[in-house]
């Protein structure tokens, strides 16, 4: 069973910064696709970024350039990088994984089956 922990989310001005974390325990971390989604109030759930075991990354175009995923193997952490942040960036970010040996992770939720508990984004103009 896999346990996911995110933190670092908060509130901040269009133009600003957030980084946000995830913790991964319970299980070999390595073998695994990471993602990002966020859920806005009324909104489905949709994927923002994810990353595989090997490092290749997937972003959606709305976010491209801006919002960066990376992972420490070491600390069996993944991340995401937020800069330039609109209003439009609000909202509850959760961190998923699913088992993967592949270089290709999806950007379906229905693909993951561990996630964490989120983490609230809110940026205000």
């Known amino acids: 069973q896999v346990r996911l922990v995110e933190s670092g989310g908060g509130s901040v001005q269009a133009g600003g910064s957030l980084r946000l974390s995830c913790a991964a325990s319970?299980?070999?971390?390595?073998?695994?696709?990471m993602a990002w989604f966020r859920q806005a109030p009324g909104k489905e759930r949709e994927g923002v970024a994810s990353?595989?075991?090997?490092?290749?990354?997937r972003y959606a175009g709305s976010v491209k350039g801006r919002l960066t995923i990376s992972q420490d193997n070491a600390k069996n952490t993944v991340y995401l990088q937020m800069n330039v942040l609109k209003p439009e960036d609000t909202a509850m970010y959760y961190c998923?994984?699913?088992?993967?040996?592949?270089?290709?992770?999806?950007?379906?939720?229905?693909?993951?089956?561990?996630w964490g508990q989120g983490t609230q984004v809110t940026v205000s103009s």
């Open positions: 998923a994984a699913v088992l993967s040996f592949s270089s290709y992770c999806s950007a379906a939720r229905e693909m993951y089956n561990f």
């Open positions: 319970g299980t070999t971390y390595n073998n695994y696709c």
């Open positions: 990353i595989s075991s090997d490092g290749i990354t």
